[in-house]
Structures are given as structure tokens and as C-alpha cells.
């Protein structure tokens, strides 16, 4: 099964990362590449990117004469998504322990973050009670 794991950080919260020292940054992303390369020996590993930050962000949608329309940058949001994972793992509860490590990564003194992560079902097909 395909679990999409979704790691959201409160803004203006403790995943400020371009404010972090770099020992500490270059720490963060060494875990993110360990984990991407464990999961990928493993061969759980499907995709994983981190994103951009909400002051990056648009919201486009098509106007109704098929023009993009965009909204945005969203730098007052509550959370954004910091990065994403896919992974092919043979149930729920390896989702979840992927997610739980993912959650571990340090943070500014080598400190863990406890970031929640989103754990989400990729869908293959709709599910099996619609008409």
C-alpha cells in the first residue's frame, strides 16, 4: 500500500530553518538524506521532496475563460507543508513508523522537532462503497 506522508510546520514556529544556525541546517538535512536513503534501501522509498516555504506559495485556479486566476503568497498562514514523502510499505503501521522517525528530525541545537506528520492513503482506485 502507497502512504503519503506530509510533514506540516507551524509558520513562524520552530521550523524557521533559514534562521538556524548552519551546523544546524546542514544536521537537518543530513537526517533527511539518511532517511530518504534508508527508505530507499529498503525499497519503501516511492518520492520525496521538500517544498518551498508559503511565502512562494499561489493558489491558481482557471477563470471562467480558462485563464489562470492566482491568489497568494499565504505568509500568515497557520501551517505549511515543509515536505512530503511516498512510500510502498505493506500497511498502516509502517506508515506510521516512518512517520514517527521523519518526526525526529533535529532541529537547532540537535534537538528533536516533533513535527506532525500526516499519514494519507494514495489512492489506486475509489474506494470500494461508492456507486
Do not use: C
Not at 512530503?84 to 522517525?101: C, H, L, M, S, T
Amino acid at each position: 500500500m502507497k502512504y503519503m506522508l506530509m510533514m506540516n510546520t507551524p509558520s513562524g514556529g520552530p521550523y524557521q530553518i533559514a534562521k538556524w544556525p548552519p551546523h544546524d541546517i546542514q544536521a537537518h538535512i543530513e537526517f533527511m538524506k539518511q532517511l530518504a536513503m534508508d527508505l530507499s534501501t529498503s525499497g519503501e522509498l516511492v518520492a520525496a521532496e521538500g517544498l518551498a516555504g508559503p511565502e512562494q506559495a499561489k493558489l491558481v485556479r482557471a477563470s471562467h475563460d480558462g485563464m489562470p486566476i492566482t491568489d497568494g503568497v499565504f505568509p500568515e498562514t497557520k501551517e505549511f507543508l515543509a515536505g512530503f514523502w511516498i512510500v510502498d510499505v505493506e500497511g498502516p503501521e509502517r506508515a506510521y513508523q516512518i512517520a514517527a522517525k521523519a518526526s525526529t528530525a533535529p532541529g537547532p541545537g540537535g534537538e528533536p522537532l516533533y513535527l506532525g506528520i500526516e499519514v494519507r492513503q494514495v489512492m489506486s482506485a475509489p474506494p470500494q462503497d461508492m456507486p
